[in-house]
Every structure is written in C-alpha cells, then in structure tokens.
C-alpha cells in the first residue's frame, strides 16, 4: 500500500524559506517520477514541481521557478522541496504524489504572513 507522509510546513513570514518532505513507503521509490502539488483555499489542486527517478531532470510551474527546488534521496524513500523567497500567494497545503498510483498523503500546511 503506497503511503505518503508530508512534514515541514509551517507559517513563515514573506521572503522566508521551508524545506518540505515527504516521506514514502509502499512502492519502489527509486523507479518513480515524483511530484510536488498545492491547494489553496477555494483553488483547484495545482502541480509544483516534478522530479524524475534519478533525480537530473526537473519541472517547475511557471509561478515558482526560481524560488522552489525539488530534490530527492533514493536511498531515503523521500521527496523534498526547498522553498525560497516565499510568497503570500505561496500559501496552501503542500501535498507530494507518484503517478500512477491514486493515494495522497494528509499534506503540510504553508502559511506565508507576515
């Protein structure tokens, strides 16, 4: 059963920084493209960032590149995301994912408020 557990939100004040992670167990972590995604409140779910199963090729939405990293530790069974440079509109909970399978974990909240 694919599991996912994220931590490391919080509330941080505009231009402040998180590093989120996601902690997975259930399937073969190491051979999967893994993904970032976020809702706010009233707002559709929205992709992130997405990094594949070696960790050398990533992808970011437009509104945080530049600012996000998304990393992985095959070896760890976990996904991170550095958040820089953080935003009001950076607010939401913060959920990370593994096509195909349909589970997703409880997610983090990222409060951004100064």
């Known amino acids: 059963q694919v599991q996912l557990v994220e931590s490391g939100g919080g509330l941080v004040q505009p231009g402040g920084s998180l590093r989120l992670s996601c902690a997975t167990s259930?399937?073969?972590?190491?051979?999967?493209?893994m993904n970032w995604y976020r809702q706010a409140p009233g707002k559709e779910r929205e992709s992130v960032a997405t990094?594949?199963?070696?960790?050398?090729?990533?992808n970011y939405a437009d509104f945080v590149k530049g600012r996000f990293t998304i990393s992985r530790d095959n070896a760890k069974n976990t996904v991170y995301l550095q958040m820089n440079d953080l935003k009001p509109e950076d607010t939401a909970v913060y959920y990370c994912?593994?096509?195909?399978?349909?589970?997703w974990g409880q997610g983090t909240q990222v409060t951004v408020s100064s």
């Open positions: 994912k593994v096509q195909p399978f349909p589970s």
């Open positions: 259930g399937f073969t972590f190491r051979s999967y493209t």
């Open positions: 990094i594949n199963p070696a960790g050398v090729t990533t």
